[in-house]
């Protein structure tokens, strides 16, 4: 390993640990001023709806809507004992650490810092899904760049037992198997049938679903009933979208309108970063990316994009190059790195924001 590769890991390995000590400084806050204890602060939002399952099964209709794997892994805390929420807390510190390494492994220290330094990075450090399904898909996309394939299969089946994210990861990685070099077509076809492993996980829970209520769309039923998600065009989900980010629309709610305009940006950025990978020709991220963006634009309205870019690991990838643009002059240099110096504490207030607000129980999708 190189002098290079060793500052790169130190870079994570210190960037990891700073992100978690300002979330739990903003956790030890809101305990101090509301009394709430650690376990209220981690139980807001989807938390409620993970604990009902993992105790009571798929009880409530729209509970459908989630996926069964960090439930199952909420039970299993229950069963040994463990206090629920703080371990799959503790749990999803793991999960993010492993998140980084892959994405180290992927495309270097700048992409695994900056997916750590994401404005919304306090859902990965809760009991939510998306710790838990970046390390698994992540590390299946740096296995299948390596060809491993049954090690990618069985690591995106486990991404797949957690979110709807996972039919996107399917596609994507049907790409990153078919436009792998020096591979004949039937070598290919190979590779491609170890994802019948995740792909039979996504069908056994549509099979679970038509079981348990008698509709093959339960999950897409779920989502329309609960949270208004319907198919729509980009543009009018955006035309819905616009009024939600007056501050009117919300009175004495000031963080809901500004997560709303965030939900704008995020579109925004994947749209973006798409089109980088596209311009890259980089086909497999640009599937990832590009369906993920697509399918949550045409969702009704804008929301929780804001935690789906937790996902799309090129954006980091993209955010990474554009940083690491150096001027010639030295005072223009001497400018951008003022200039990045400020972004960055500007986004350190906005990662603390978030948190408190998720802590709080404000609206922080």
């Known amino acids: 390993m190189t002098r290079t590769d060793n500052r790169g890991i130190r870079l994570v390995i210190i960037t990891w640990f700073g992100t978690r000590a300002l979330l ?30 993992a105790t009571h099964g798929y009880r409530d209709p729209l509970d459908v809507a989630f996926f069964p794997g960090l439930p199952l892994l909420m039970a299993g805390f229950n069963a040994l004992g463990l206090p629920v929420v703080i371990a799959t807390a503790i749990a999803a510190q793991v999960a993010s650490a492993a998140a980084a390494w892959a994405l180290h492994r992927i495309g270097g220290a700048p992409m695994a810092c900056l997916w750590l330094l994401a404005p919304m990075t306090v859902f ?115 035309w819905t979208t616009l009024p939600l980010t007056a501050e009117s629309y919300w009175p004495g709610r000031p963080e809901v309108p500004l997560i709303f ?37 045409s969702s009704g309205w804008f929301m929780s994009v804001n935690r789906a870019v937790l996902l799309w690991f090129p954006l980091f990838g993209m955010i990474g190059s554009l940083l690491a643009w150096r001027p010639k002059s030295s005072g223009a240099r001497s400018a951008w790195t003022v200039l990045r110096v400020l972004l960055l504490i500007a986004d350190l207030g906005l990662i603390a924001w978030w948190a408190y607000c998720f802590g709080t129980g404000a609206w922080a999708s």
């Open 24 to 53: 739990l400084g903003i956790a030890v806050g809101i305990m101090a001023t509301t009394g709430m204890s650690i376990a209220q602060v981690l139980t807001h939002w989807d938390v409620e709806h993970y604990l009902a399952i």
């Open 261 to 297: 305009r965030f939900e704008i940006v995020s579109v925004a950025l994947g749209y973006l970063s798409a089109l980088w990978c596209l311009m890259k020709r980089r086909w497999a991220e640009f599937t990832w990316v590009g369906v993920n963006v697509v399918v949550l634009s």
């Open 124 to 238: 990965t450090a809760v009991p939510y899904t998306e710790p838990f399904f970046c390390a698994a898909a992540f590390w299946a996309w740096e296995r299948g760049m390596n060809r491993r394939w049954g090690q990618m299969a069985a690591l995106a089946a486990i991404a797949c037992g957690l979110r709807v994210s996972g039919v996107f990861l399917l596609a994507a990685m049907v790409v990153l198997v078919a436009t792998q070099a020096n591979r004949g077509f039937a070598a290919k076809a190979r590779d491609t049938a170890w994802l019948l492993l995740p792909a039979t996980v996504l069908g056994g829970y549509v099979v679970f679903l038509h079981h348990l209520t008698g509709s093959w769309t339960a999950w897409y039923s779920a989502q329309g009933q609960g949270w208004q998600r319907n198919l729509s065009w980009p543009w009018e989900a955006l």
